[in-house]
């Protein structure tokens, strides 16, 4: 008797049937410059109506981690690909680069076609926040290899900038003003730990926290903010000096990567309140503050350095954008540490 490659493992026909699921999704990304549909042995997008005079490309990619353990437990799949899209988007922005498109790669054991139509309905959601055409990616059906009902997601996203207009922190100065844009929530970083916090015992974290307002695992699940919208705009109004967006490693070692040699920074972590599920996380944790902070966002997701004469102007224009942000700090000479 023969054995197939469905007897392995690997069933193709669900992979036909997540792929038309998917394009539900898909489509409703694309803009005239994609030049191709989902199923295509590669993405394609013109840049022809870019109209950037000296096109950049800037590209980033990244993942969920272990917040994906929440999305199981949880068996919610639909905001989780919003995670992906924004770590890779957030971060190609911050050099002032409008997302064009993004790709994604789903690894499971067993594929579950409406489980990954739920993901890639997430990832279309976080593309139109973004602004940008999901154009494609990979479903890898991997038997043995991921426990049943588990998977993993990474994305990739490709940005334009003109070179002129670069955003890389090489005109910030001593006396610079650091403004803070307020998160959602942890956003995708830091899970591991948070996940030693909380636990995974789902009956304790469906019951609903008073003072977030909402189930413990609600709260873990909130999607990462995407800022792409705001900073274009605000990109196109002031002059922004440098931006960082805050991820893995939170303050301390994201905010210096946008200062020039010779340049470091005051924080006030007391100017902009701390969420409750950080509160919760200390008193859990029983960490400090530069614990914290290296570890965190602690309710900042984005950074942006601006001239001290600009900075009530720009506060005013955020919050007419829906931001919360705060004046976190300033800028002053030191080497970054």
Known sequence: MAIDYKQAGVDVTRGYKAVE??????????DKNVLCDLGSFGGMYSLENSGVKNPVLVSGTDGVGTKLKYAFLKNRHDTIGIDCVAMCANDVVCHGARPLFFLDYLATGKLVPE?????????????????????????AEMPGFYPDGEYDLAGFCVGIVDK?????????????????????????????LVRKLFGENRDKLETVEPRLGSSVIDALLKPTKIYVGTILKLIEEFEVKGIAHITGGGFIENIPRMFPDGINCDIDVKAFPEPPIYSMIRERSGLDNSQLFNTFNMGIGMVVCVNTADKDKVLARLSELGEKAYVIGTTVKGEKK
Request: net charge positive; proline share 2%; aromatic share 4%.
């Open 21 to 30: 699921l998917m394009k539900r999704h898909t489509k409703s990304t694309y």
């Open 115 to 139: 489980v990954a139509a739920d993901i890639v309905a997430g990832v279309s959601e976080g593309c139109r926040q973004a602004g940008c055409a999901l154009i494609g990616g990979e479903t």
């Open 164 to 192: 002129d207009k670069i955003i890389n922190g090489k005109n910030i100065v001593p006396g610079d003003t650091l403004i803070g844009l307020a998160s959602s929530g942890i956003h995708s970083n830091g899970y591991s």
